[in-house]
């Protein structure tokens, strides 16, 4: 090997060197605004009885119900930890209520309201991209709750039934987790990357 040649090999090393270094520094802040993000978030989880059309549509009629009954209970809390504790103190309340509004409908479904700490896979809201990880969640579980789920976001609050498009995430989340989240409703490569990383390493 020639001195051009080993001069060349050198230079195109440390180009790749730097590229890998930039890349690795760039996923680096991303996992951590990631998990940033499922600190600032409480989510709203649906479990319906089946997959069948008349569960499904049950468990959209409880989406509605449950959201319509909870927009203003979040009104004032100001972090996860706030939500958490409203949540909390309203928990009974939510099962009851559900529960009373399942059986209306004619069905004998037993309704389970909790919170929980579960694992969500990456997940598009509007133009919101909620990236995976283990968030908080009020789980509300009719029957079996062996049919496809639902969710959204109650703190903050985006799952509102009349929201189309979602506001500025600016609105309601820190700078370092606004810019991640807020997409063109896809899921971009570097969210598939972090869930592979989490499934592997995490």
């Known amino acids: 090997m020639t001195f051009k040649t ?31 993000a499922q600190g600032e978030v409480l989510r709203l989880h649906i479990l319906p009885h089946s997959d069948s059309s008349e569960d499904q549509n049950l468990k ?21 930890d706030e939500a958490m504790q409203i949540a909390a103190i309203n928990l009974a309340e939510i099962e009851k209520k559900a529960q009373t509004f399942i059986s209306a409908q004619g069905y004998d ?3 389970v309201a909790e919170l929980v700490n579960m694992h969500f896979t990456t997940r598009v809201y509007e133009n919101i991209t909620m990236p995976a990880g283990n968030y908080a969640a009020l789980r509300v579980t009719i029957g079996e709750g062996a049919g496809r789920n639902w969710w959204c ?7 509102l039934p009349a929201v189309t498009t979602v506001s500025s995430s ?33």
Do not use: H
Not at 11 to 20: R, V, W
Not at 153 to 159: R, S, T
């Open 6 to 36: 080993k001069r060349n090999f050198l230079t195109i090393s440390m180009l790749i060197g730097s590229c890998l270094t930039l890349l690795l520094a760039s996923f680096t802040a991303f996992a951590r605004n990631s998990e940033k």
């Open 60 to 80: 959209e009629q409880l989406r509605d119900f449950i959201i319509a009954g909870t927009k203003n209970s979040f009104a004032d809390a100001q972090t996860l």
């Open 109 to 111: 479904y037993e309704v």
């Open 153 to 159: 976001v109650v703190f903050p609050p985006l799952c």
């Open 170 to 202: 600016e609105v309601y989340f820190s700078p370092e987790v606004s810019e991640i989240i807020e997409t063109d409703g896809k899921i971009e490569v570097r969210f598939k990357v972090y869930e592979w990383w989490l499934r592997v390493f995490g």
